[in-house]
C-alpha cells in the first residue's frame, strides 16, 4: 500500500512540475495516469483535485472546452461527496474559463459563490486566489484602483502563505495594471519581484510570460533597444518549451519592434509568422490584436487599403470575442481600433482627393460637415464612427475614372458623364470586396440619390434612400459648392445655401436641409480647419 501511495505520489508530484515548467503533454499524461489510479480506489477527494490540474492545463494551452469540461467533472464529484472546500476550488477555476471564454457575468456569479464558500471555511489559500480572480475582473471592467487593490490583498496573502509562485503572478498582473495607468516605475518594480521570484522558483513558464509584459512596458515608454533585449529574453524560454502561443506573441512584439525602427517588411515577417502561429492555436484574441498591428504597418507603408483588409479582419475577430471574453476590454480594444480605422480612411481619402488639387480636402471637410448633422438627428456612438468612414470614402469609386475627366475644364461628353457617374456602383464594389463592418456601402452607393428619384445608379426615392446617404448627400454638395472646380469659382456659403434651399425637397431631404442649414449658417470654419 506504502509502494502504491509513493508512485501516486510521484506521478502527482511529476505532473505538476511539467505543469509549471510548461510541459503540457507530459504533465497531462501523469495527471491522467494519476486519475485512472485514483478511479480504482474511489477516493473523490484527489480525483477532483486531479481533474483541476488537467483543467488547469488545457486552460493554459488555450483549449478552453475541455478545461471547462475538467472543472465541471471536478466540481460534480465534489458536490457528490459533500466536498465544500472542493466546491470552492472547482468553482473559482469555472470562474476563470467563464471569465475569458464566456462571459463576465457568469464568472461573477461562479467567484460570488466560490468566496462564501471560502469564507464560510476559513480557507485563507482560495480566499486569495478568488480575490486575485476579482482583481482580473476589476481591471476587465476598467476599474484599475479595485484591481490593485484586489491584486494587493491577494499577493499579501499568498505571501503570508508562503505561495510564492502564486504571490509572482499576482505581482505580474499588477505590473501590467500599472503600465495601463503609465506609472512606469511602478511597473518596473512590480516586474523586477515577478521575475525575481519567478526566477527562483525555476518557472519558466511565468518568466516568459513577464519578459513579454516587459517588451510591451518597453515599446510603451519608446525605449526599443530595451524592447527588443526583453523580447530576446522571452523568446529564447518559449522556444525551449515549445510554446507556439509563447513565440506568437514574441514574434507580434518582434513585429512592432521593427515597425517602431522603419523596418516595414521584417515587421511584416514577424508578424505573419504571430498570425499563422495565432491560428494554429486557436487565439483569436492574439489573431485580432496581429491584425490590427499589421494595419498599421501597412499605413506605414503607404499600403491604405490593405491596412483596411486587416483593421476588417481584426474588427471581426473583436466583435466575435465581445460576447465571448473579456466584454468591457474588448470594448476599449475596438475604440483604440477605431481610431486606426479613420486614420486609414482619411489617407486613402486624401489620395482619391489628390487625383484632382481641386477636391483637395473635400472628403475630410464633408466627413466634418455629415457628422455634425449625423449628430443632430441622433447618430452617435459607433454609428456615428460609420458615418465618418462612409463619409470620407464616399468618392473612393472616382480611383476608376481617368484624370483628364476628372480635370477638365470643359463640358463632358456622354460617355464622360456616364464615367463620372460609374463612381458610385465602382466605389460600392471596392467596399464590398473589403468587407467592412459597418453599412459604408449605402453611403458610398447612394449620395448620388435624389430625393424626387432622378438620381443615380438605382433611382431611389425619399426614404428609400438610407438616412446615412442623405446626410453625406447634403454635406457633399454643400462642399462641392463653396469650394473652386475646375469649371467654375466657389460660392460664398450664403450663396450655396441659397442654391441648396431651391434644390430642397427636389434634390435633398428637406428636412434634413433645414437642419443643416441651422447648423452651418453660413460659417466656413470647417472647410478652413479641413483643408
Known amino acids: 500500500m506504502a509502494t502504491a501511495t509513493s508512485t501516486l505520489s510521484w506521478f502527482l508530484d511529476s505532473a505538476t512540475a511539467a505543469r509549471s515548467a510548461g510541459a503540457w503533454e507530459k504533465a497531462l499524461v501523469q495527471y491522467e495516469t494519476s486519475l485512472a ?158 521575475s525575481e521570484r519567478a526566477v527562483a522558483l525555476g518557472d519558466r513558464d511565468t518568466l516568459g510570460t513577464i519578459e513579454i509584459n516587459r517588451t510591451e512596458l518597453r515599446l510603451r515608454r519608446g525605449q526599443v533597444e530595451e524592447a527588443r533585449v526583453c523580447c530576446d529574453r522571452a523568446f529564447d524560454i518559449f522556444s525551449r518549451l515549445e510554446s507556439k502561443a509563447g513565440i506568437a506573441e514574441t514574434s507580434k512584439f518582434y513585429g512592432s519592434i521593427a515597425r517602431a525602427t522603419g523596418k516595414l517588411d521584417t515587421a511584416k515577417t514577424h508578424l505573419s509568422l504571430a498570425l499563422g502561429l495565432a491560428r494554429l492555436c486557436g487565439d483569436r484574441l492574439l489573431e485580432a490584436e496581429v491584425e490590427r498591428e499589421l494595419s498599421l504597418v501597412q499605413l506605414e507603408d503607404g499600403k491604405d487599403r490593405e491596412a483596411v483588409r486587416c483593421l476588417n479582419r481584426a474588427h471581426r475577430l473583436f466583435t466575435e470575442l465581445k460576447a465571448a471574453r473579456e466584454v468591457l ?104 470586396e473589403l468587407d467592412f463592418p459597418w453599412e459604408i456601402g449605402p453611403m458610398v452607393r447612394a449620395h448620388h440619390e435624389r430625393w424626387d428619384g432622378r438620381g443615380y445608379p438605382d433611382g431611389l426615392r425619399g426614404e428609400q434612400i438610407p438616412l446615412t446617404a442623405r446626410v453625406v448627400a447634403v454635406a457633399e454638395v454643400y462642399d462641392a459648392l463653396t469650394t473652386p472646380r475646375s469649371y467654375r469659382p466657389a460660392r460664398p456659403p450664403q450663396d450655396a445655401l441659397a442654391e441648396m434651399e431651391r434644390e430642397s425637397g427636389s434634390l435633398f431631404d428637406p428636412a434634413l436641409f433645414q437642419l443643416f442649414r441651422g447648423l452651418v449658417g453660413g460659417d466656413a470654419a470647417i472647410e478652413r480647419r479641413a483643408s
Open 37 to 194: 489510479r485514483v478511479a480504482r480506489e474511489g477516493d473523490a477527494r484527489l480525483a477532483a483535485e486531479i481533474l483541476r490540474g488537467i483543467g488547469n492545463v488545457h486552460y493554459a494551452r488555450g483549449d478552453f472546452e475541455h478545461a471547462r469540461d475538467a472543472f465541471t467533472v471536478s466540481l460534480t464529484i465534489a458536490e457528490a461527496s459533500g466536498l465544500t472546500d472542493q466546491m470552492a476550488s472547482a468553482l473559482n477555476c469555472l470562474a476563470v474559463v467563464e471569465q475569458f471564454g464566456g462571459g463576465v457575468e457568469h464568472a461573477e456569479s461562479l467567484y460570488a459563490r466560490a468566496r462564501e464558500i471560502a469564507e464560510e471555511l476559513g480557507d485563507d489559500r482560495r480566499a486569495a486566489m478568488i480575490e486575485q480572480n476579482l482583481g482580473t475582473l476589476a481591471n476587465v471592467r476598467g476599474d484599475t484602483h479595485l484591481a490593485l487593490t484586489r491584486y494587493q490583498a491577494a499577493c499579501d496573502r499568498f505571501d503570508a502563505l508562503d505561495d510564492t509562485l502564486a504571490a509572482t503572478r499576482v505581482l505580474n498582473n499588477m505590473g501590467m495594471v500599472y503600465v495601463d495607468l503609465e506609472s512606469w516605475t511602478a511597473a518596473e518594480d512590480c516586474f523586477a519581484q515577478a
Open 329 to 432: 476590454d474588448i470594448e476599449r480594444r475596438l475604440d483604440r481600433l477605431e481610431e486606426i480605422y479613420l486614420e486609414a480612411a482619411r489617407r486613402w481619402a486624401e489620395t482619391v482627393d489628390a487625383k484632382d488639387h481641386c477636391t483637395l480636402g473635400h472628403s475630410l471637410r464633408v466627413a466634418e460637415y455629415a457628422c455634425r448633422l449625423g449628430d443632430a438627428v441622433g447618430i452617435g456612438g459607433r454609428d456615428l464612427t460609420s458615418l465618418r468612414m462612409g463619409a470620407l470614402l464616399h468618392d473612393v469609386g472616382m480611383a476608376n475614372v481617368p484624370d483628364e475627366i476628372l480635370t477638365r475644364p470643359g463640358g463632358l461628353s456622354g460617355p464622360e458623364y456616364s464615367m463620372i457617374r460609374s463612381h458610385t456602383e465602382y466605389g460600392d464594389r471596392m467596399i464590398q
